[in-house]
């Protein structure tokens, strides 16, 4: 297996503009969740999906970010417009049943400058 | 009182000695318990998880849990420098075993 992938690997992006992260979680997990990590406050849960469904995003910061999964296989998060103090590494992680913890994708480094 | 605690560090340890790493939650209902190492620029990584009271042990790792105080901690036997890194400790919230709350994470140093 390939492991949890998100693309891209590094994003660097004008204020203001639109920014869409990728996700294709490992075939047979039912859930997928999205992490944001700071060196202020750590990993941060902003949502989570179990079968494709969002089951918490009270996470989300604000209305600027917006997250999908129309299949098992791929979610998205988007920033539409971006901020410089979005700037973070958003992660991926899916899991089975959630037991025995996640396994964590590659992450996504974004700047907004 | 934050939901889980852990000292940032970092721990620094010499090569070959036990590095201790301590983790605090504040919810009673917790039943498991998870640690993840993160190297740097890299995601965390799963390395040991705990269900039970008492210890766990894997390789030169050792998971202990301790429910009436409310601390896991985490033992790594003979310290390598590959050891070096930041160490998550994470629990899920009461009611969903699926909803994980990270500590800010022990950054460890194992020197030569």
């Known amino acids: 297996d390939a492991g949890v992938i998100q693309s891209p690997r590094h994003e660097v992006t004008e204020m203001g503009q639109e920014v869409t992260l990728r996700c294709k979680p490992i075939?047979?997990?039912?859930?997928l969740f999205w992490y944001r990590q700071t060196m202020m406050r750590g990993l941060e849960l902003l949502i989570y999906?179990?079968?494709?469904?969002?089951?918490?995003d009270s996470g989300m910061p604000e209305d600027r970010f917006s997250a999908k999964m129309p299949n098992a296989s791929f979610s998205t998060l988007k920033i539409q417009p971006s901020e410089p103090r979005d700037s973070a590494v958003y992660f991926c992680?899916?899991?089975?049943?959630?037991?025995?913890?996640?396994?964590f994708g590659s992450g996504t480094r974004l700047t907004v400058v | 009182q934050k939901e889980v605690e852990q000292n940032s560090g970092p721990l620094s340890v010499p090569e070959g000695a036990i590095a201790s790493l301590n983790c605090t939650y504040s919810?009673?209902?917790?039943?498991?318990f998870f640690w993840y190492r993160q190297y740097s620029g890299k995601s965390p990584e799963l390395i040991m998880f705990?269900?039970?009271?008492g210890d766990k042990e894997d390789g030169r790792f050792t998971a202990q849990l301790n429910k009436a105080s409310q601390y896991v901690s985490l033992l790594i036997r003979d310290s390598q420098p590959s050891d070096s890194a930041t160490y998550l400790c994470?629990?899920?919230?009461?009611?969903?075993?699926?909803?994980?709350?990270f500590g800010t994470g022990t950054r460890l140093q194992v020197t030569l």
């Open positions: 999906f179990n079968n494709n469904v969002p089951i918490d």
């Open positions: 075939s047979g997990h039912d859930y």
């Open positions: 994470a629990v899920p919230q009461t009611g969903t075993a699926s909803k994980l709350t």
């Open positions: 919810d009673r209902g917790s039943q498991s």
């Open positions: 992680a899916s899991s089975f049943a959630g037991v025995r913890g996640y396994t």
């Open positions: 705990i269900y039970s009271n």
